[in-house]
């Protein structure tokens, strides 16, 4: 069967797109934008490697892309930014937060190793390659990650800045 | 791998993120656990980052688990077939293929409809055989699908019919596979080439899944694909038989062999 088929990867692209952005509507776009570049770059794609890296590679570039637009554009949601990257655990919180909501307030770069690694299962190596960062970045990230989310997840430290967890989606990554 | 059974050291933390993510060999992730024994707190990281991850793969689960977006669907078939025609191997090998099956499965051709003119005839290989593809795709998509296989279940079947009826612009009928073994599941709405396809599912009691897959199917210079032959497309994610027939498409796909999917295409094709 030489037979490359796209349509096995949705499933798994859908899924690190939507705990990637934390939205359902932003993820599928972003799906669909990762499918139409696969449309112009097929010719850089060496038949035989590992398709769902490649375009695991061309989703996380999209992302970054739109990353920076949104950047340039709504500069003014650096409060959840600092937020993500600066907080410093308070003393007491309102409790542990889901999953789903601890997860997006980790910082992005740290959100997408966790994703690769632990719910896509991609080896440390093919996560450094898809990211394009060195493998110990990926360990660091993936270290911090963990820690971090342990943290919300047991104190939901966060749980004061109740105004930051209504924009989650436009968290900026530096 | 440092795993050597020193209890005095620190156990590495990439050691333990290899632990967590099941990265390493059987002994050394045994050796480790036994260095583990004798140090809590890296043990309790373990235990902590463990159920993180099962706690995050049971969140994502979810994710992948819903109806794929029609508007999703047609890029990906979009993006396969750009794939498909840069890659001239591909398209070389699916060629002769293409005719292999054209002169093999000839004899029904010859024998119930005579299928077209030289010319004409190879030109309307191309469409219908993106068509047989475009079913197997739709299969491959739906088929392994838990909580949504159809948009409308076989309970709503005249509904289904109705509606797939209006959608497509001509009056569909669900062929009845009792006698083979296979059950309705239901249908749904696809887009296509030309216009809105349709897919009924079936199940056998072995929870084994086909789907008939319909549609117009046009020729290349834009009119209808009058009829084809019986083809047999073995290069997709799974074996199919397809024909055109008045300017409709048919294909029946599914994890069979060449023998019992060509008897459903003659039992689907004598009912409809």
Redesign the interface.
Known sequence: ????????Q???L??YA??LTGDPWAA?DL??DT??R???K??LWA?GTDLRAWLFTLMHNLYLNQRRTAKVSLNTVSIDDVEAELHTPAAGGDGPLD??RC?QRLPADQRAV??L???E?M??EDAAKVLAIPLGTV?SR??RA?SR??EL?DGGQTGARPAAAQAPNLRLMK | MDTRPDEATTIPEDDLHALVDGRLAPDAAAALRRRLAADPQAEATVTAWQAQREALRDLCAGMSDLAIPATLMAACERAQRTHERTSQWWRWGGMAAGLLVAFGVGWLASTQWHGGQDGAAMARVEPARQFAQQAAVAYAVFQPEVRHPVEVTAAQQDHLVQWLSKRLDRPLKVPVLKAQGYELVGGRLLPGDDGARAQFMYQDSAGQRITLYLGAVKSSAGGDVRETAFRFLDDGPVPAFYWVDQGFGYAISGKLTREALQELARVVYGQL
Do not use: F, H, I, K
């Open positions: 069967m030489n037979r490359t088929l796209l349509v096995e949705l499933p798994s859908r899924r939507r705990a599928d799906v669909q499918l139409e696969a449309c112009s097929w010719q038949v999953l789903g997860l966790l994703l690694v632990a719910v299962d080896s440390y360990m993936l270290s963990r989310l342990r997840m």
